[in-house]
Nanobody, 113 residues
Framework: VQLQASGGGLVQAGGSLRLSCVAS????????LDWYRQAPANQREKVAS??????TNYADSVKGRFALSRNSVGTWYLQMDSLKPEDTGIYFC?????????WGQGTQVTVSS
């Protein structure tokens, strides 16, 4: 499986961005797709995840502001609204298949105050 995240950019606080994660290869093997972010000098943290049956889970810090969705052909979306400066970081999409992690190239999100 190959994953590619995109859609990041520079936005003012209160603004919105929509990130995309495009998968190729064994897409049918993906049960859960996770979004992580990593801010400078911080550990990578999970912000949201969505399973193949549509169940979602969000970190407390993004609940009510971020929303996950997917289309039917291997693309997942992370809609980010009411962005805050603390949302700044590199966002990655990832999954785990058979105990093996797969990560996409990250996309930079910068929220200015």
């Amino acid at each position: 499986v190959q994953l590619q995240a995109s859609g990041g950019g520079l936005v003012q606080a209160g603004g919105s961005l929509r990130l995309s994660c495009v998968a190729s290869g064994r897409i049918s093997s993906i049960y859960r797709l996770d979004w992580y972010r990593q801010a400078p000098a911080n550990q990578r943290e999970k912000v949201a995840s969505i399973t193949s049956d549509g169940s979602t889970n969000y970190a407390d810090s993004v609940k009510g502001r971020f929303a996950l969705s997917r289309n039917s052909v291997g693309t997942w979306y992370l809609q980010m609204d009411s962005l805050k400066p603390e949302d700044t970081g590199i966002y990655f999409c990832g999954t785990n298949i058979g105990g093996y992690p797969y990560w996409g190239q990250g996309t930079q999100v910068t929220v200015s105050s």
